[in-house]
């Protein structure tokens, strides 16, 4: 069933999109928790990590190839950043379209608080 995802990637509703090609998009997370918080999606409508499969792992690697050119133009390269990936209900996941956050712009502190 399409998401939310598939129908910004589709352009059906607005986003601000930063970069698209034939296998990702990329575009600005509606509530962002850093100045720069850009989400990195498959068109492929993938809904979790648990569902890749063996072809899909050239679009896995170009995902990270995007990061890095998104990074760069929006500057983050040098200061560094976050790439994160929740799967499923304990992960906190929202959206049931594959995706990749990428954060930065400030400093992020560390990744997980200690229960
Ligand atoms: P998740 O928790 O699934 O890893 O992250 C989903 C992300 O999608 C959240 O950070 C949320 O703010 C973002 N999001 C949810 N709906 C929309 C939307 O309609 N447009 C955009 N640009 N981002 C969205």
């Known amino acids: 069933m399409t998401t939310i995802f598939g129908k910004i990637i589709a352009k059906e509703i607005p986003a601000d999109i930063v970069y698209q090609d034939d296998l990702v998009t990329a575009f600005k997370d509606i509530s962002p928790i ?4 850009i989400l990195i999606v498959p ?5 979790t990590v648990n569902d890749v499969v063996p072809d899909d792992e050239h679009m896995l690697g170009h995902m990270f ?41 400030r400093k992020l502190g560390p990744m997980l608080r200690r229960e």
């Open 34 to 37: 850093a100045p720069v918080h």
């Open 65 to 105: 190839l995007v990061a890095k050119i998104v990074a760069d133009e929006q500057g983050i390269a040098r200061s560094g950043y976050r790439l994160l990936v929740n799967c499923g209900d304990d992960a906190g996941q929202e959206v049931y379209h594959l995706h990749m956050h990428l954060v930065g712009g």
């Open 43 to 47: 068109n492929k409508e993938i809904p």
